[in-house]
């Protein structure tokens, strides 16, 4: 095998009204707010200053990733049903306080969703994305234009932790981050750099 000499950037996408709000949005395709478009401009001006190499750009298909990409003023090679969102279930459209009037101390990362899909699911459909892009940094840098939990999985996946561990990296709306290599080991090299000058939105 040769040794990997690309990098794989995540990106979340711009805001929306449900994600400004705090709610779970899963399956609901939403657009972006005027801000995430806003998000999405700034965000192209810093994929530039990463002068990617000959980027393979893979898309969730949801609306608010495609519209990221295409403001950012990158285009998709392929759209990938892989790189949704996380299936909240019952949770869909609720914010974390409401889940919490009914299941006290809630996450995504530690209980389960109601008819949505489970922390096991995500893990092994992280990896399926793993185990696809990782070939291809053998010679070329690799885009995903993704959500904010499946994009935190993706990260704790390819720091060989479990998905629960994706609570503990944050991920504000249009913002990136960059995972590579170091002799073989696979690092985090940049992390939720958003874009600057823009209001940005955590949620």
């Given at each position: 095998?040769?040794?990997p000499?690309?990098?794989?950037?995540?990106?979340?996408?711009?805001?929306?009204?449900?994600?400004?709000?705090?709610?779970?949005?899963?399956?609901t395709?939403?657009?972006?707010?005027?801000l995430?478009?806003?998000?999405?401009?700034?965000?192209?001006?810093?994929?530039?200053?990463?002068?990617?190499?000959?980027?393979?750009?893979?898309?969730?298909?949801?609306?608010?990733?495609?519209?990221?990409a295409?403001?950012?003023?990158?285009?998709?090679?392929?759209?990938?049903?892989d790189?949704?969102?996380?299936?909240?279930?019952?949770?869909?459209?609720?914010?974390t306080?409401?889940?919490?009037?009914?299941?006290?101390?809630?996450?995504?990362?530690?209980?389960?969703?109601?008819?949505?899909?489970?922390?096991?699911?995500?893990?092994?459909?992280?990896?399926?994305v793993?185990?696809?892009?990782?070939?291809?940094?053998?010679?070329?840098?690799?885009?995903?234009?993704?959500?904010?939990?499946?994009?935190?999985?993706?990260i704790?996946?390819?720091?060989?932790?479990?998905?629960?561990?994706?609570?503990?990296?944050?991920?504000?709306?249009?913002?990136?981050?960059?995972?590579?290599?170091?002799?073989?080991?696979?690092?985090?090299?940049?992390?939720?750099?958003?874009?600057?000058?823009?209001?940005?939105?955590?949620?």
């Open positions: 095998m040769i040794a000499i690309g990098r794989l950037i995540v990106m979340r996408h711009g805001e929306t009204e449900w994600s400004r709000s705090g709610k779970h949005t899963g399956q395709d939403l657009p972006l707010t005027d995430g478009e806003a998000q999405a401009r700034a965000a192209g001006a810093e994929l530039a200053l990463l002068e990617l190499d000959n980027p393979l750009v893979l898309s969730s298909p949801r609306t608010r990733a495609l519209r990221t295409e403001s950012a003023g990158v285009t998709v090679d392929r759209v990938w049903d790189l949704v969102e996380w299936d909240y279930g019952d949770y869909e459209g609720l914010t306080p409401e889940i919490r009037e009914t299941v006290p101390h809630w996450t995504v990362w530690t209980h389960p969703c109601p008819g949505g899909e489970s922390a096991e699911s995500v893990q092994s459909r992280a990896d399926t793993l185990s696809v892009v990782t070939p291809q940094l053998e010679e070329r840098d690799v885009l995903l234009f993704g959500h904010g939990h499946f994009t935190r999985a993706l704790a996946r390819w720091t060989q932790l479990p998905v629960s561990e994706g609570r503990r990296f944050g991920m504000a709306a249009a913002s990136h981050s960059v995972l590579g290599y170091e002799h073989g080991c696979q690092q985090i090299y940049l992390h939720n750099v958003f874009p600057r000058g823009v209001t940005e939105g955590v949620a």
